[in-house]
């Protein structure tokens, strides 16, 4: 009963979101972006399209997102935004961090992106255009991805903390007390792999078109490059998400190394008690009337 009375409610809500589709106008850009995809398909093999498409994707959004917050330093104005105001990014420290994220993004990832394929091939997941899913249903998706991603990331996170293992594995991440925006996949080889496990947890619960892979990773690294910025900026649309952590969350961890381990929502930290000094540091800023 329970059950079909939760089928019933997606399917209501499904149907108002198609019925609200169908009010907006035509996406200019969809005619394009059919013919690009058609080109690629009539060009490419799926393991191109997968392995070296799904790579190009990281590696161009990772640094398209990552340019804003490199440019925030050079530019005065946005200094009143910059969380950790004491501790200034150095070009030193950005060039060390660049090495170490680019060994990780072509000897760690680029592997594991290579099973993007198989994958892929093995559950049958479509290329084509004809069942490429609605634009809401891959947001959906994403969502369910966060939420998983979300979770997996709040207790491997919590346990990379640990006392005995920290030293050993997540300490290499947390070089940089005051985060910048490409320091997000600055780890550890084996901190990325268990990290980065929960990436591919939703892909394989939730994926049923090759461009939820690339919705996915879109979604995620812009919400890691966000909280990881060392700026918040009120007027930026993700803080407006309920839930959201945000970059004030996360930038308190790395200037604490404990508490606020969730990725991109606060609801397990609130569950667990983890976010009590987090909450503590901001109600004595604003007693002291530091808060914005």
Known sequence: MATNKSADIFSSASLAVEYVDSLLPENPLQEPFKNAWGYMLDNYTKFQIATWGSLIVHEAIYFLFSLPGFLFQFIPFMRKYKIQKDKPETLEGQWKCLKGLLFNHFCIQLPMICGTYYFTEYFNIPYDWERMPRWFMILARCLGCAVIEDTWHYFLHRL???????????????????????????????????????????????????????????????????????????INPLNFIPFYTGSRHHDFHHMNFIGNYASTFTWWDRIFGTDAQYHAYNEKLKKLGKKD
């Open 160 to 234: 990379l903390h640990h006392k005995r293992i920290y030293k050993y594995i997540h300490k290499i991440h947390h070089e940089f007390q005051a985060p910048f925006g490409i320091e997000a996949e600055y780890a550890h080889p084996l901190e990325t792999i268990i990290l980065g496990t929960g990436f591919f947890i939703g892909i394989v619960l939730l994926c049923d078109h090759v461009i939820l892979l690339w919705a996915w990773v879109t979604v995620r690294l812009l919400e890691t490059i966000d909280v990881h910025s060392g700026y918040y900026i009120p």
